[in-house]
Every structure is written in C-alpha cells, then in structure tokens.
Nanobody
C-alpha cells in the first residue's frame, strides 16, 4: 500500500520560510521522479516543483528562485524548502510521483501566508 505523508505546513508571515517534508512508503522511491503540488481554495491543483531520479529539479515560474526541492533516497523522503513566502503561496501542499498517480494523493499539509 502506497502512502505519501506530508508535514511541515504552518501559518507564516509574508517573507517567511517553511520546510515541507514528504515521507513515502510502498513505492520504489528511488525509481520515481517526485513532485510537490499545491491547491489553493477554489483553484485547480498545480505542480510547484519536481525532481528527477538523478536529482534534476524543475520549478514553476511562480516559485523559481524561492523554493528548493530535494530528495533523500536513503530515507524515502522529498522536501520543499520555501523562502520569501507570499500570500499567493497559501494552499494545501501535496507530494506525489511525477507524473502523478491519482491513487497516491495524501492529505496534504496546509501552508498559510498571512500577516
């Protein structure tokens, strides 16, 4: 059974930082590209960043230069370091493989950027 468990979301002021983590089980983690996705209220879920099996990272234009995705294949985890947060980054953040597998969506973790 595949489980992707996100953690690290919080309420943070604009300009602040957060580090999200995703723990994966039930998949051959090192064989999968992984992604972080987010869904703001009333909007469709979007890809924020993805990281290949070789560690190559690609970012959405909206977060380029502010977010960093990383992976630890020994621990089956993928992280998202977020800096210079903006109110428009407010969303529920999810991890999944890339391309996504609809069966793998977890509960996500809420990030709220507000003063």
């Amino acid at each position: 059974q595949v489980q992707l468990v996100e953690s690290g979301g919080d309420l943070v002021q604009p300009g602040g930082s957060l580090r999200l983590s995703c723990a994966a089980s039930g998949i051959f983690f090192s064989r999968n590209a992984m992604g972080w996705y987010r869904q703001a209220a009333g909007q469709e879920r979007e890809l924020v960043a993805r990281i290949g099996r070789d560690g190559t990272a690609i970012y959405a234009d909206s977060v380029k230069g502010r977010f960093t995705i990383s992976r630890d294949n020994a621990k089956n985890t993928v992280a998202l370091q977020m800096t210079s947060l903006k109110p428009e980054d407010t969303a529920v953040y999810y991890c999944n493989v890339f391309p996504t597998n609809y069966m793998y969506w977890g509960q996500g973790t809420q990030v709220t950027v507000s003063s």
